[in-house]
Nanobody, 116 residues
C-alpha cells in the first residue's frame, strides 16, 4: 500500500504561481510513475503531468510551458510547479502513484483556485 498526501493548494490571481507537493509513504519502493491529475466541477479527472522513476516527463497540452513536474526519489516526493496560472486551471489537484504491478493510488486532493 502507498499513502499520498498533497499540499500547497490555495487561491492565486491569474498569472500567479503555486507549487504543489505530494509526499508518498508506505511501499514506495514499488512506485514507478507519479503524476498530478485535476478535476474541475462537472468535468472528468484529467492528467496534468506525470514523471517516471527515471525522470521521463509527460504533460497535458494545456499546461506545457507553464507547469513543471519533478520528483525526489530519496524523499519520496513529487512536485508540480505551476506558473502563469489561468482561471481554467481552477480544480482539485490529485497526486497519483502507479506501482510496477499496476496498482494505482490517490491522494485526497488539494484545491487550486485562480481568480482575481
Amino acid at each position: 500500500q502507498v499513502q499520498l498526501v498533497e499540499s500547497g493548494g490555495g487561491l492565486v490571481q491569474p498569472g500567479g504561481s503555486l507549487r504543489l507537493s505530494c509526499a508518498a509513504s508506505g511501499s514506495t519502493f514499488n512506485i514507478n510513475t507519479m503524476g498530478w491529475y485535476r478535476q474541475a466541477p462537472g468535468n472528468q479527472r484529467e492528467l496534468v503531468a506525470s514523471i517516471t522513476r527515471l525522470g521521463t516527463t509527460n504533460y497535458a497540452d494545456s499546461v506545457k510551458g507553464r507547469f513543471s513536474i519533478s520528483r525526489d526519489n530519496a524523499k519520496n516526493m513529487v512536485y508540480l510547479q505551476m506558473n502563469g496560472l489561468k482561471p481554467e486551471d481552477t480544480a482539485v489537484y490529485f497526486c497519483n502513484a502507479l506501482s510496477r504491478f499496476g496498482s494505482s493510488y490517490w491522494g485526497q486532493g488539494t484545491q487550486v483556485a485562480v481568480s482575481s
